[in-house]
């Protein structure tokens, strides 16, 4: 599986980037893709999950309401719509796959996108956004 993130940038707080990931090489039709993020001196923090086949989606609290994950019809690129930015989502974006769509409903039960669930990863795509 690889996958390759881009759209990232640098923006004013209370714009807008859409980051693209580009999906190939799954042996099912049965996958998730999430969103992870990463802040210098930070852990990793998954921010949002989507699955194939249902299109079931989860967020994190902190961008609840301003991010929506989405893919095309053919299934090859999971988007992240980011709106109303602010300083605190500056980070590395990665996007992640999973081997089965049911992770998304692991993420709603324990309210966190984990990353052992995820066993691909994109070498991540930097957003800035100034104050």
């Known amino acids: 599986v690889q996958l390759v993130e881009s759209g990232g940038g640098l923006v004013q707080a209370g714009g807008s980037l859409r980051l693209s990931c580009r999906a190939s090489?799954?042996?099912?039709?049965?996958?998730?893709i999430a969103w992870f993020r990463q802040a210098p001196g930070t852990e990793r923090e998954g921010v949002s999950c989507?699955?194939?086949?249902?299109?079931?989606?989860y967020y994190t609290a902190s961008v609840e309401g301003r991010f929506t994950i989405s893919s095309d019809n053919a299934k090859t690129t999971v988007y992240l719509q980011m709106n109303s930015l602010r300083p605190e989502d500056t980070a590395v974006y990665y996007c992640?796959?999973?081997?089965?769509?049911?992770?998304?409903?692991?993420?709603?039960?324990?309210?966190?996108?984990?990353?052992?669930?995820?066993?691909?990863w994109g070498q991540g795509t930097q957003v800035t956004v100034s104050s």
């Open positions: 992640a796959a999973a081997r089965w769509g049911s992770v998304v409903n692991t993420a709603q039960a324990l309210d966190e996108v984990r990353e052992v669930d995820y066993d691909y």
């Open positions: 090489g799954f042996a099912s039709d049965d996958y998730a």
């Open positions: 989507i699955s194939s086949t249902d299109y079931n989606t």
